[in-house]
């Protein structure tokens, strides 16, 4: 047997048995997650400071949220964040930092304020965690939590700080710092938790929903309710909004798709045509769509321009999604790859094949583009850079290139005003490829645009990103900012929580973990894409006219 077959049919039990090469799992440190947060609802006053800035800006309705961002809702306002098959509801004067966002974990940390998360189910290793300034809050079961911060509101003196955690379903553990004593939080109970190192509690029935609590319930209802949820993939995020704009049918070549309303789409609606582009690391150049639904099928699935209407294919239930930030092909002035003086873009079709701004891992490359059910030798080929003659079937297709100029597209602004018009017989001239361009970001790339007046930053101090073993100092000092810039200090304490009405009880627990999981045991865990497993390549597989 020659040494090139001896390779072939070793990389075969390799890819039988399940197993990633070598290589593969070098290349894991260097991709982006699978999964991030939306910002799916915004009222009032939002805030929002990237993982790679200390600048705050005004908060964008579905910007991509992902490890290292942080978010403040001013007083007045709400928030609502999407994360897989969680959500957290923010209430006013409520700070969070986005600690850990990846596809098993999602650790956040609750500055001030208080929040409501919901967790639909757990997918085999995943974990939830929210730490507060003296605690740190595990939601071990699928449920309804809500999850509030109190301190003395004496920013200048040494002040014990207080968390309070109700579960209406479910079950949380709660620890201090030294995270060998926590308590156990049930179903239908409310624990209020003192100190830091070593938690003192009070634990009681939990009361009637606040004013806070009756509107994130309501909010989640829609999941429940959504008939989008019956065609989408598991892990699709944003798709309850499909279900008040636009309707789905059965296409024979691709299944079940759906289509936005009429009275959204406009004369030379498309794809990806109203919006912005913003830069997001690690991914870099992402959409953010101006439509209140526009976050699925932007980042999840494929379009198709079919019997004169646009339609979306979320693709087979069975293949769990994983995020994009753009779906698109791309095309560029004569100056493109040079000056870039106009920029233009249009959606990937059915099967074709998304390929990252970055080089990436073989595991990562098949899973953001499995829905497309490709045969290996089609995606080894596009890894590899193959198919350099690749034709894209809605670049033809009306309306559907966008093109606006480089400094439109680099700052963030909408596109609504700022598209360039190109003659048609001109664009077919117009230089095409795969790969987003090579366009550097500006200050205000991360926020879409800088806002009129910058957002002050709040609560510096406790805004700061710190991991569990690194807590936010107990010494209160003021920002270095002027009193003018800073929130008020009445707006540091979040709603109180409900009356003690029951004589208190505690449930305590001594050790390193917190007991078996036997409602997660056994529950198989999503497999990841396997196929044939080539090496790196940098060259873009659809550099074609």
Not at 64 to 78: L, M
């Amino acid at each position: 047997m020659r040494s090139g077959t001896k390779l072939w049919v070793l990389l075969s039990m390799v890819l039988c048995s399940g197993a990633v090469p070598e290589t593969a799992r070098a290349e894991d440190e260097i991709d982006p997650p699978d999964r991030v947060a939306r910002l799916s609802f915004i009222d009032g006053r939002v805030s929002l400071a990237a993982s790679d800035s200390d600048d705050w800006g005004d908060a964008l309705l579905n910007r991509p949220i992902t490890t290292g961002d942080r978010i403040w809702v001013d007083a007045g306002g709400r928030a609502e964040v999407q994360i897989g098959t969680s959500t957290i509801h923010a209430d006013e004067n409520t700070g969070l930092a986005f600690l850990t966002l990846d596809d098993d974990t999602l650790l956040v940390r609750l500055t001030d304020g208080a929040i409501a998360v919901r967790v639909h189910s757990l997918e085999g290793n995943e974990t939830v965690r929210v730490e507060t300034p003296n605690s740190t809050v595990l939601l071990r079961e699928p449920g309804e939590y809500t999850i509030g911060t109190e301190d003395s509101g004496d920013r200048t003196v040494d002040a014990e700080d207080r968390t309070v955690v109700t579960t209406r379903s479910g079950e949380a553990v709660v620890t201090g710092a030294d995270n060998q004593h926590g308590y156990i939080v049930g179903a239908n109970e409310q624990g209020g938790f003192s100190g830091g190192d070593e938690l003192s509690s009070v634990m009681t029935q939990a009361g009637h929903r606040s004013a806070f609590e009756t509107w994130a319930y309501e909010r989640e209802a829609r999941t429940q309710q959504s008939v989008a949820a019956n065609y989408v993939p598991a892990g699709t995020v944003g798709y309850q909004d499909l279900d008040s704009y636009g309707t789905w049918s059965n296409e024979p070549e691709y299944g079940n798709v759906w289509q936005p309303s009429a009275s959204y789409v406009f004369t030379d609606w498309a794809p990806y045509r109203y919006g912005r582009w913003i830069w997001v690391t690690p991914w870099g150049w992402t959409w953010v769509d101006d439509a209140p639904w526009g976050y699925a099928p932007f980042h999840y699935g494929r379009w198709t321009y079919l019997r004169q209407r646009w339609c979306w294919i979320p693709g087979p239930r069975h293949i769990r999604a994983s995020y994009a930030p753009a779906l698109v092909g791309w095309v560029g002035s004569p100056s493109y790859g040079a000056q870039f003086r106009d920029v233009g873009w249009f959606p990937l079709g059915p099967r074709e094949i998304y390929l990252p701004a970055r080089h990436s891992s073989w595991r990562y490359f098949h899973n953001v583009n499995a829905w497309n059910s490709f045969d290996n030798t089609t995606l080894t080929n596009a890894y590899y850079g193959r198919n350099s003659n690749y034709r894209y079937r809605n670049r033809g297709a009306p309306h559907a290139v966008t093109v606006i100029d480089h400094e439109s597209f680099v700052s963030g602004r909408r596109t609504h005003g700022q598209r360039v018009n190109v003659n048609e017989n001109d664009l077919k001239q117009w230089r095409g490829r795969g790969r987003p361009p090579a366009i550097d970001p500006n200050p205000n790339s991360r926020f879409g645009a800088r806002p009129t007046q910058q957002a002050p930053a709040p609560h510096l101090d406790r805004q700061a990103i710190a991991t569990r073993h690194q807590p936010v100092t107990r010494q209160r000092v003021l920002p270095s900012l002027d009193e003018e810039t800073a929130p008020p200090a009445e707006a540091q304490d979040a709603t109180p929580p409900a009356k003690v009405a029951t004589p208190p009880t505690t449930r305590q627990w001594s050790g390193n973990n917190v007991g078996a999981r036997p409602s997660r045991l056994g529950r198989p865990q999503q497999a990841n894409g396997q196929g044939l497993a080539p090496g790196s390549a940098d060259a873009d597989p659809s550099d074609a006219g």
